[in-house]
């Protein structure tokens, strides 16, 4: 049956995303939103989806079925107070996309701090090659979809469980909506400080997470990461694990990077499988398409279809995406902030080609990469990833009391101290002008940030050239 939906808060990308599913699947769908603006709002005309440009009261008519509240909304909201008032029907995102799409659904859901997006694209991918035709719904846009979701008419539906808190009503984790049948856990680590106080309130939402896998489902976990692993005692199905370490089922020996991604052996349970050609760099997304590896076992796949598919894939945008090469500098995109993403990604980097500089530019824009919670593991990331020169943007939440505030003058001291060339500069403009200044034919420029930073990536390759 049709309905009429309306989405408050539709220009975020999940909210778009799901407003575009629903449209394909036959309902009238709208939405508002405050300031809209490319790219979502291309999107969502592209999907012949009506958008409002603000928030009013008489948006919220009395035919509507369901409203569907984005996390960014809060009380106050004139929308919402109608809503509340009316008594019309509400529901989270991560609600709205159990309802509709996964309880029909063998749900695959890719968990952890690290991966999550390209692990969920990957795993889509391969199922998607080897004939499958999953559904998909993820936090990125990956290259194989041309897209950020996929209705498929086959039963598996591949989604990104993020940790993040699901409405104004309801701050627990979305992924605790997703009923999961296979979960992956790639990894565990602190993060989102602004819902999470410390470690073990992020360990609890996990662990609600894993007491969700019915008896019959898969739980699969990442054995190099001990936070993850710790996870599996709550388990009541069957458990696997992958990485590099020595213990893991599935695991990958021999890695080594050629010209165009990393080559790498599979072995499961000590058993070997054979060789996969992966077109991507970095030892952390050889654990990725372990975990892949792992679901697509899970649901029946043999190793040959596996690695085929994964020998194939395109990537995600903002995943050491190249943005363009200009004047023999190549730019980068990365949407890394984590000390251990910026680690891994830098890392992935210089393995492609040592003997390339490698400029590590990084905007600390989250709400935890903003505070001085990593202040030391920033330092000890770009430490240890071989990067030859630094640069550190203005940190973005500049009005967050210094106290609490993340010192990008403290880090680039502490690497100084260090011997590595490091320092900050205070906007785009001049680390644009900076770098084309000083960047050499050969070098790799790499900008990290999980926002848009203020357009770094066309203003570099402009002034170098492009």
């Known amino acids: 049956m049709t309905k009429r939906i309306h989405f408050i808060g539709i220009c975020g990308t999940a909210m778009a995303t ?19 603006y490319p790219p979502m709002s291309d999107f969502l005309a592209h999907e012949h989806i009506r958008v409002f440009d603000g928030y009013r009261e008489e948006q919220i008519t009395g035919d509507l079925d369901l409203v569907v509240v984005g996390n960014a909304i809060s009380r106050g909201n004139p929308e919402l107070e109608a809503v509340l008032d009316r008594k019309v029907r509400y529901v989270s995102l991560p609600e709205a996309i159990r309802d509709h799409f996964l309880w029909s659904a063998r749900s695959i859901v890719i968990a952890g701090t690290h991966g999550k997006t390209s692990t969920t694209a990957l795993t889509a991918w391969m199922l998607t090659a080897a004939g499958q035709d999953p559904s998909l719904l993820v936090g990125g846009i990956a290259l194989n979809f041309d897209g950020s979701y996929r209705l498929g008419a086959g039963r598996d539906f591949v989604i990104e469980g993020d940790e993040y808190d699901s409405a104004f009503f309801d701050k627990t984790a979305k992924f605790l909506k997703y009923l999961p049948d296979i979960a992956v856990i790639g990894n565990l680590e602190y993060d989102h400080a602004d819902i999470y106080p410390d470690m073990e309130s992020l360990r609890i939402a996990f662990r609600r997470f894993v007491n969700l896998v019915p008896r019959s489902g898969h739980l699969i976990i990442g054995a190099d990461s001990a936070e993850a692993l ?18 893991a089922d599935w695991r990958a020996d021999g890695v080594r990077p050629f010209a165009n991604g990393t080559i790498f052996h599979v072995t499961h349970r000590g058993e070997p499988q054979g060789q996969v050609t992966l077109p991507l760099f970095g030892e952390h997304n050889v654990r990725n398409a372990l975990a892949a590896m792992a679901v697509g076992h899970a649901v029946g796949l043999d190793v040959g279809t596996m690695s085929d598919g994964l020998g194939h894939f395109r990537g995600v945008k903002r995943r050491l995406e190249l943005r363009g090469t200009a004047r023999g500098v190549s730019v980068y995109d990365d949407f890394a902030h984590h ?12 393995s492609a080609d040592p003997s390339r500089r490698v400029w590590a530019v990084f905007e600390p824009r989250s709400a935890t990469s903003c505070r001085k919670i990593f202040q030391d593991d920033f330092a000890t ?5 071989g990067a030859d020169e630094v640069i550190l943007a203005a940190v973005f939440r500049a009005t967050l009391p210094d106290a609490e505030r993340l010192s990008v003058d403290e880090i680039v001291a502490t690497l100084r101290e260090r011997g590595q060339r490091a320092r900050t500069l205070p906007n785009v403009d001049e680390i644009v002008s900076t770098i084309a200044a000083e960047a050499q034919s050969g070098d790799v420029v790499l900008l990290m940030s999980n926002g848009g930073f203020d357009g770094i990536h066309d203003k570099l390759l402009n002034a170098l050239g492009h």
């Open 230 to 247: 710790r996870l599996a005692a709550g388990a009541r199905c069957a458990v696997e694990t992958f990485g590099l370490s020595g213990g």
């Open 381 to 385: 990331a770009f430490a240890e990833s």
């Open 18 to 36: 799901l407003a575009a599913m629903l449209k394909h699947r036959g309902h009238d769908v709208q939405g508002s939103d405050h300031g809209v």
């Open 339 to 350: 000390p251990t993403a910026i680690l891994e990604t830098i890392r992935a980097i210089k």
